[in-house]
């Protein structure tokens, strides 16, 4: 166990839904990123948030959006579903948001769209 | 935005086998790190690396911060099933976010 949890695990959803994913980081930590690893492919950054307000943004969908609360969890939201976002969606904590010393990453949800 | 680029991409490989890997970059980086990701699971760090030359090692794992500061390798020795996964490098310049590589996917042949 990472300390770092995402829920729920599995999602299956119909094109043009849409979803919330939720990551609670590890605890003491302020800073949460997201991200998308499609089949086979590699880590995609989405966004990262540090102690509430969004720091960093990468190939995120306008799509999708996303927040971190006061108690420091954050919630991923992906609207009108295309087949294309199926995917693992990873959440990832780190104390600072000091990038030297790694992240933790989460067990991933897996959403699959049809 | 700056790009790692690991290679191979995939390896099949027979049980006790030695395993290299590498990740290299236009750019210079302050941090390299190697993650290994099991099916099904998040990355896990592995090994950090924070001076040019650096070489550390864990348990069969071994890596090395290029002197150019634009590459790493990460070394594994006496491979065993267990090792199965997608190893990750990833790099820092000291800026907000980590830059992760493509992934080198590893298969045991047992």
């Known amino acids: 166990d990472s300390g770092v949890t995402q829920t729920p695990k599995h999602l299956i959803t119909a094109t043009g839904q849409r979803v919330t994913l939720r990551c609670s980081p590890r605890?003491?930590?302020?800073?949460v990123y997201w991200y998308q690893q499609s089949l086979d492919q590699g880590l995609q950054f989405l966004i990262q948030y540090y102690n509430g307000e969004e720091r960093a943004k990468g190939n995120i969908l306008e799509r999708f959006s996303a927040q971190q609360f006061p108690d420091l969890h954050s919630e991923l939201n992906l609207s009108s579903l295309e087949l294309g976002d199926s995917a693992l969606y990873f959440c990832?904590?780190?104390?600072?948001?000091?990038?030297?010393?790694?992240?933790?990453f989460g067990s991933g949800t897996r959403l699959t769209v049809v | 935005g700056q790009q790692l680029n690991q290679s191979p991409q995939s390896m099949f490989i027979q049980e006790g086998e030695d395993v290299s890997m590498n990740c290299t970059s236009s750019?210079?980086?302050?941090?390299w790190l190697w993650y290994k990701q099991d099916p099904g699971e998040g990355p896990v760090l592995l090994i950090a690396l924070y001076k040019a030359g650096e070489l550390t090692s864990n348990g069969r794992l071994t890596a090395q911060f290029g002197i150019t500061r634009k590459d790493s390798f990460l070394n594994i020795s006496a491979s065993i099933p267990s090792d199965v996964g997608i190893y990750f490098c990833?790099?820092?310049?000291?800026?907000?976010?980590?830059?992760f590589g493509q992934g080198t996917r590893l298969t045991i042949n047992p």
């Open positions: 605890s003491g930590d302020l800073s």
């Open positions: 990832a904590s780190s104390p600072t948001g000091d990038p030297n010393y790694g992240y933790t």
């Open positions: 750019s210079i980086f302050n941090t």
């Open positions: 990833a790099g820092s310049q000291g800026a907000q976010k980590l830059v």
